[in-house]
Nanobody, 115 residues
Framework: VQLQASGGGLVQPGGSLRLSCTVS????????MKWHRQAPGKERELVAG????????YYTDSVKGRFTISRDYAKNGAHLQMTNLKPEDTAIYYC?????????WGQGTQVTVSS
């Protein structure tokens, strides 16, 4: 399983970005898709995720109401729509796919929120 993340960039506070994660390879038993982020000097944190077979989604408290995770059926991946971005959202964002007990990661995409 290979993951490719894209869509990061520099945006002003209050702006929006849409991250995309494309999944290729043996995708048939992927059970969950998630977005994580890691800011400088901080640990990686789970931002949002969903279970492939269900309808529930998860958001960390700091992004609720601002970020939306969705499934990309065409590219077997996921999007993360980010609105009302804040400087504290600055981080490298990683997409992750779970397959059984294995976890696969993309290369990360930088999001910088600054005026």
């Amino acid at each position: 399983v290979q993951l490719q993340a894209s869509g990061g960039g520099l945006v002003q506070p209050g702006g929006s970005l849409r991250l995309s994660c494309t999944v290729s390879g043996s995708i048939f038993s992927i059970s969950a898709m998630k977005w994580h982020r890691q800011a400088p000097g901080k640990e990686r944190e789970l931002v949002a995720g969903f279970i492939i077979s269900g309808s529930n989604t998860y958001y960390t408290d700091s992004v609720k109401g601002r970020f939306t995770i969705s499934r990309d059926y065409a590219k077997n991946g996921a999007h993360l729509q980010m609105t009302n971005l804040k400087p504290e959202d600055t981080a490298i964002y990683y997409c992750n796919a779970d397959q059984g007990q294995d976890a696969y990661w993309g290369q990360g995409t930088q999001v910088t929120v600054s005026s």
